[in-house]
């Protein structure tokens, strides 16, 4: 089983009908009743996937009177923010130097010789 965080997080949301899910719950808290109702399955698979995303440290449930509302917990998303950023940053940089290096080869004259052939004459 894993235990990293962001491996959980990433693989629940692997399953559409979960990022609906997460997608729904940042408008507002729901029960899983609420949450099952444009679904066409039972309350108990969406109350597996509320579990799976629980489980993932995305949503967490609370008393209030006789209702169980699940809340989205947004933290989890700076997780996944640092991480994406991470590797976005990384792959901006190598797009900049890919850029400026044709660049570099667009000002350079060009005669149809190749270059290495140039410099031996």
Same mark, same amino acid.
């Given at each position: 089983?894993?235990?990293?965080?962001?491996?959980?997080?990433?693989?629940?949301?692997?399953?559409?009908?979960?990022?609906?899910?997460?997608?729904?719950?940042?408008?507002?808290?729901?029960?899983?009743?609420?949450?099952?109702?444009?679904?066409?399955?039972?309350?108990?698979?969406?109350? /597996?996937?509320? /579990?799976?995303?629980?489980?993932?440290?995305?949503?967490?449930?609370?008393?209030?009177?006789?209702?169980?509302?699940?809340?989205?917990?947004?933290?989890?998303?700076?997780?996944?923010?640092?991480?994406?950023?991470?590797?976005?940053?990384?792959?901006?940089?190598?797009?900049?130097?890919?850029?400026?290096?044709?660049?570099?080869?667009?000002?350079?004259?060009?005669?149809?010789?190749?270059?290495? /052939?140039?410099?031996?004459?």
């Amino acid at each position: 089983m894993v235990d990293d965080p962001l491996s959980l997080v990433f693989s629940a949301l692997g399953d559409p009908t979960r990022r609906d899910i997460v997608a729904r719950l940042a408008a507002g808290d729901a029960t899983v009743n609420e949450l099952a109702e444009p679904y066409d399955v039972t309350v108990q698979a969406v109350s /597996k996937h509320i /579990k799976v995303l629980e489980d993932a440290g995305l949503v967490s449930r609370s008393r209030d009177a006789q209702r169980r509302p699940c809340h989205l917990e947004a933290e989890v998303f700076d997780l996944m923010t640092k991480w994406i950023e991470r590797y976005r940053g990384e792959a901006e940089d190598r797009f900049r130097r890919l850029d400026a290096l044709l660049e570099q080869m667009g000002e350079q004259p060009t005669t149809g010789t190749p270059a290495r /052939k140039k410099a031996a004459s």
